[in-house]
């Protein structure tokens, strides 16, 4: 199989067929590029402690057990808003905006406790939100990566159900491999919504609601 890391583009030499993966902030990511090592015979060659330790207690003795390996982190392109390609398979995860908040709130403001919103309630980062302030990515829209209309992806599956996604890959790869599931640090927390937050959030996500609405 031959690699492009740098632009998230995958060439099937047995096929001639070419994929290539659109990464989202908090739609399961991080799983998604290890799957894609996995399948390139890549495993042993990068390391993934992001969810492990929070961010604010990462060392420089932390990173120098893994010298050598590269950071899950810096697998295939930084995030960048979309653009259309030309290739065989074009392949994205998508997940309910709403789900993907309070994952998000959990795991970059909770467990990571992320500098741009310390001492940060709910009702203050939904109003940044509200005033198109994102200071951190993990926040942005789906569409900001996958565009306005999912009907561009061949492979499109909900993190809710992974399978169409998997099976697409595993297919692209004539290998069948098992997702892997790495654990999100935020998962002991919990959260929940009131009925004024749950609408403001759908107003700021209302363009992720309707391209995902056009599939699931």
């Not at 067929?17 to 590029?33: E, R």
């Not at 420089?60 to 979309?82: E, V």
């Not at 565009?147 to 069948?176: E, H, M, P, R, W």
Request: positive net charge; contains cysteine; proline residues 4%.
């Amino acid at each position: 199989m031959r690699k492009d890391i740098n632009l998230g583009f995958f060439t099937n030499e047995r096929t001639n067929k070419t994929l290539i993966y659109y990464p989202v902030a908090k739609n399961a990511n991080s799983s998604a590029k290890l799957f894609l090592i996995e399948h390139l015979g890549l495993k042993n060659k990068f390391y993934f402690i992001e969810d492990e330790i929070p961010r604010y207690k990462h060392t420089k003795g932390i990173y120098d057990q893994y010298k050598g390996k590269m950071n899950l982190i810096d697998f295939l392109p930084p995030y960048s808003p979309f653009k259309k390609v030309d290739t065989d398979e074009k392949c994205c995860l998508v997940r309910d905006p709403i789900k993907r908040f309070i994952s998000c709130y959990k795991n970059r403001i909770l467990f990571h406790k992320d500098h741009n919103f310390l001492n940060h309630s709910l009702d203050m980062i939904i109003e940044k939100l509200e005033n198109n302030m994102f200071e951190n990515r993990h926040f942005l829209p789906q569409n900001y990566w996958l565009g306005k209309d999912l009907k561009y992806f061949s492979i499109v599956a909900n993190t809710s159900n992974i399978n169409n996604f998997v099976d697409g890959i595993n297919n692209f790869f004539q290998k069948k491999i098992n997702f892997p599931k790495l654990q999100t640090g935020g998962k002991e927390f919990q959260i929940s919504l009131n009925l004024s937050q749950i609408k403001k959030l759908k107003k700021i996500y209302s363009d992720d609601y309707d391209l995902i609405g056009e599939i699931f």
